[in-house]
């Protein structure tokens, strides 16, 4: 157990819909990092928030959003799904934000099935 | 754009030691790390190398060579459980710490 929570476990929703994925992480962590599973495209970073900031933006569409709250979970919305949207989303927290912080701790994963 | 080569499989048996390869081409270096990542189980951190040499966990060591953009992870004394894909994962900014991970390989070891 990594101590980052992620929920839900499992999502299956609707094209069209929209989504939160919630994580909450290690206690002391003031990164986040959020990325994307799926089977053709391997493990994608998406964004990197810094306690509340934003630090780094990966190829995150621009229907995914996520914000990093002041008691430092996250949450990453997913709008217009579709089909291809299906994946395991993951989220990571580390202390820090740049070289301190190199090991990352990854949640347990959202599978999200879009039908 | 960014890429990192890794074998998508390799086959061992157990007790045997197994090398597997990462080599990269990105538009930033600050440091390769491994994670392991079980079948329905999320990555976990393995090692990480931001200069060039091996570093040693255990029965897990990784290497890095930057001049050739080249590192591997070794892995020792295989056991069954050491069966799971293996991703190499450079960090390729500094001001955060966002990593671009290869395709992974997936390992298994017999017995």
């Known amino acids: 157990d990594s101590g980052v929570t992620q929920t839900p476990k499992h999502l299956i929703t609707a094209t069209g819909q929209r989504v939160t994925l919630r994580c909450s992480p290690r206690s002391g962590d003031l990164s986040v990092y959020w990325y994307q599973q799926s089977l053709d495209q391997g493990l994608q970073f998406l964004i990197h928030y810094y306690n509340g900031e934003e630090r780094a933006k990966g190829n995150i569409l621009e229907r995914f959003s996520a914000q990093q709250f002041p008691d430092l979970h996250s949450e990453l919305n997913l709008s217009s799904l579709e089909l291809g949207d299906s994946a395991l989303y993951f989220c990571?927290?580390?202390?820090?934000?740049?070289?301190?912080?190199?090991?990352?701790?990854f949640g347990p994963g959202t599978r999200l099935t879009v039908t | 754009g960014q890429s990192l080569e890794q074998p998508s499989e390799v086959t061992a048996v157990e007790g045997a030691i197994v090398q597997i390869n990462c080599t990269y081409q990105?538009?930033?270096?600050?440091?390769l790390s491994w994670y392991q990542q079980h079948d329905g189980g999320a990555p976990t951190f393995l090692s990480y190398?931001?200069?060039?040499g091996l570093e040693e966990t255990g029965r897990f060591s990784s290497f890095l060579s930057r001049s050739d953009s080249y590192g591997y992870l070794l892995l020792q004394e295989l056991q069954m459980k050491d069966s799971a894909s293996y991703f190499c994962a450079v960090k390729t900014d500094n001001a955060g710490n966002m990593l671009t991970f290869g395709g992974g390989t997936r390992l298994m070891v017999k017995p």
């Open positions: 990105t538009s930033g270096f600050y440091g």
């Open positions: 190398n931001a200069l060039d």
């Open positions: 990571a927290s580390s202390v820090a934000d740049s070289d301190s912080s190199y090991e990352q701790y």
